[in-house]
């Protein structure tokens, strides 16, 4: 039985968990028809989403998240292939996590370690309530959209492909056969 690129797609989504950055756009090739007209996010708060990222994959001996300015990417992929009720649940995620830092902390999310805010994320992510009122599962699915983000972004990036990824610049020969010891970076896309 033949697959078409669209079956494939939805099968590889499903094979993710279901979910998927943009998997939207990615199946039909357009934006979202209902989206919120004007949504613009402040400088406050790409550097919020920087500060975000960078406790999901810090800086070690290669660059983190905030290196290659994974708040911007998060705002124009949110802005590009959200659609209204995402960017609805992406605004109030933000929100949240500010407010509930500070009611649980006793100081803003800006203030805190690199450590701290790995530590309440995880905090957050394993049990998906907050300090403040919220529907946990609108937690658990913000917590999904930054990691997602996250990790597209980053690893998409030119710092994440060429010094966190083993990068070969293509096209060049195909080597079907490669040698792999573990613990060895994997190879970029």
């Known amino acids: 039985m033949a697959m078409n690129r669209r079956d494939a797609i939805k099968s590889v989504a499903l094979m993710m968990g279901g979910a998927m950055v943009g998997a939207n756009v990615i199946l039909t090739g357009c934006k979202p028809e209902d989206q919120i007209i004007g949504l613009d996010f402040s400088p406050k708060d790409i550097a919020f989403l920087d500060e975000i990222g960078e406790a999901i994959i810090p800086t070690t001996d290669t660059p983190g998240a905030k290196a290659v300015g994974i708040g911007e990417f998060m705002v124009m992929m949110v802005k590009d292939t959200y659609n209204a009720e995402q960017q609805n649940d992406f605004v109030a995620g933000i929100n949240l ?11 803003d999310f800006m203030e805190a370690s690199v450590e701290e805010r790995t530590t309440y994320l995880n905090e957050l992510k394993s049990g998906g309530k907050l300090s403040v009122e919220s529907d946990p599962k609108k937690v658990v699915a913000f917590l999904g959209m930054l990691q997602d983000l996250t990790v597209l972004g980053y690893f998409t990036s030119e710092v ?5 990824l083993r990068y070969f610049e293509a096209p060049g020969r195909y080597d079907g056969c490669i040698d792999y010891t573990p613990g060895d970076r994997a190879y970029a896309i």
Do not use: N, P, S, W
């Open 160 to 164: 994440g492909a060429t010094q966190q």
């Open 97 to 107: 996590v500010r407010e509930d830092y500070k009611a649980a902390k006793g100081k």
